[in-house]
């Protein structure tokens, strides 16, 4: 309905509900003092007819209307009248008339008359000359016939006066109130909106050069400052994010620039001095390899693109974990040959494990640990592959070795991509940096959890926990 600033629209708002609200204040309290007023004068024209009806009219019998008239108006120097009392015969026929502040004669209308044959009173407002004046007829009964004709008046000018007043000040006060309260409104929402404003110029200083930058926090524990926090939050997860895709992105370059510039420099010096053709295969042969291990670069950024994104498929099927650890042990003793590492297998359970999964990831990522164990164990240490049971249908398995270990400052950064503690000799075992990234994309993807634990000189554990009835999404 508006447009422009929400402080515009706020005082906009706030103006036209106040208005409302006075308005509506207004007309109610005028409703009612109008009804009071009424009531009041009702109330005393009733008191004075009951006065002179009980006390000098009904209870002395007095019919002639020239002695009514004589006694009405002799008791009514004893009292405070300010109305005007009538008399009138059955017929209608004014007998008599006592003035009080107003001298008015008090017409006797057809709704009246009608009242009074039914042998009812009747207020009602009548114009009489310039005025109105308020009217309570009511008839007088005496052994079941009609005797008197009793109407008290007087003028409603006061009345009407005092509500013209109220409606002037109302109409003079009431806009003014509007104004000075929409200024404050005013000020008010440019207070409370001085936070967002803040906001926005800083928002408006952030760019991905500058994800450093916070908005300013305030003492209050307020919404603007719970707001503050959150977005500080997450500039912060954003500044992470994109730390990771730099290191990522320069990561992934280095990687794939290494094995092309082989490729490139094998492919120059053959065309320039392979005379041969052992020396062309040998050339292939290289260049082959580096191919492979690109391959498995991208492969490899492929899955954790997929498990960044949630798309990490998982072919769900019931098999035995046991026998799968069987299987990563064999293997084991196989690659362990030729490095004579002792590996030993531990099945702490009583029966078979089955468990809910992808069979060929989980045996992925316990041979990527096993692959890590080896690699990092010098000649004749020892492997422990252990399975136990853990509460909630969970299976624990423990991968231990006796190698170099893992430094404690390296420990929060392994399962970070391209992340080496010893890049040369990741490099010549043909690493590529990304096998414990996958680990844990694996791992996360089954709802399970990982934790390692190292000591230099004495080996490393890893812990992997996997729920036995599969992931739940």
Request: aromatic content about 6%.
């Amino acid at each position: 309905m508006f447009s422009g600033s929400v402080r515009l629209r706020m005082t906009t708002w706030y103006c036209l509900t106040l208005a409302s609200v006075l308005m509506a204040v207004s007309l109610f309290w005028y409703i009612a003092l109008t009804n009071n007023l009424l009531l009041h004068l009702d109330e005393g024209l009733q008191e004075v007819a009951r006065n002179a009806e009980l006390g000098h009219v009904y209870e002395q019998h007095i019919l002639v209307p020239e002695q009514a008239c004589a006694i009405l108006e002799l008791y009514s120097y004893t009292q405070d009248w300010t109305a005007v009392l009538q008399l009138r015969a059955p017929n209608g026929d004014v007998a008599c008339q006592i003035m009080g502040e107003d001298s008015l004669d008090l017409p006797y209308s057809s709704a009246a008359r009608r009242q009074v044959r039914a042998g009812s009173p009747l207020i009602e407002t009548l114009p009489v000359e310039t005025t109105e004046v308020r009217v309570l007829t009511e008839p007088v009964y005496r052994d079941g016939r009609l005797a008197w004709i009793i109407q008290v008046g007087k003028s409603v000018e006061v009345i009407n006066h005092t509500l013209e007043d109220l409606r002037t000040t109302s109409l003079f006060i009431t806009p003014l109130i509007v104004l000075l309260l929409s200024l404050s409104g005013w000020f008010l929402a440019g207070r409370v909106l001085n936070p967002v404003v803040n906001i926005t110029e800083t928002a408006q200083r952030i760019t991905a050069e500058k994800l450093n930058r916070r908005l300013p926090l305030s003492k209050h524990d307020d919404e603007f400052n719970r707001l503050s926090r959150t977005i500080n939050s997450m500039l912060g997860r954003l500044e992470e994010s994109f730390r990771r895709i730099r290191q990522f992105s320069g990561d992934a370059s280095h990687e794939l620039r290494t094995p092309l510039a082989i490729i490139k420099g094998e492919t120059e010096v053959a065309l320039r001095w392979a005379k041969s053709e052992e020396e062309l295969r040998q050339t292939l042969e290289s260049n082959l390899e580096e191919i492979g291990i690109m391959e498995r670069i991208v492969g490899d950024l492929l899955s954790l693109a997929r498990s960044d994104a949630g798309e990490m498929r998982l072919d769900i099927n019931e098999f035995s974990l046991s026998d799968l650890l069987q299987d990563i042990y064999m293997h084991a003793r196989t690659l362990a040959e030729r490095v004579r590492h002792n590996v030993h297998l531990h099945l702490l359970v009583d029966s078979e494990i089955l468990m809910l999964g992808d069979q060929i990831q989980v045996y992925r990522l316990l041979l990527n640990i096993v692959n890590n164990s080896i690699k990092y164990t010098p000649d004749g240490g020892e492997i422990d592959i252990t399975l136990q049971l853990r509460q909630n249908d969970r299976a624990l398995i423990t991968i231990s070795d006796s190698g170099v270990g893992i430094a404690e400052e390296h420990l929060p950064h392994i399962f970070d991509r391209f992340y080496r503690v010893d890049a040369s000799r990741n490099r010549d075992q043909g690493g590529t940096g990304l096998g414990l990234a996958i680990v844990k994309a694996i791992v996360t993807a089954h709802n399970g959890e990982l934790t390692v634990t190292s000591t230099i000189g004495v080996g490393t554990t890893f812990a992997i926990t996997l729920p036995l009835k599969g992931p739940q999404d």
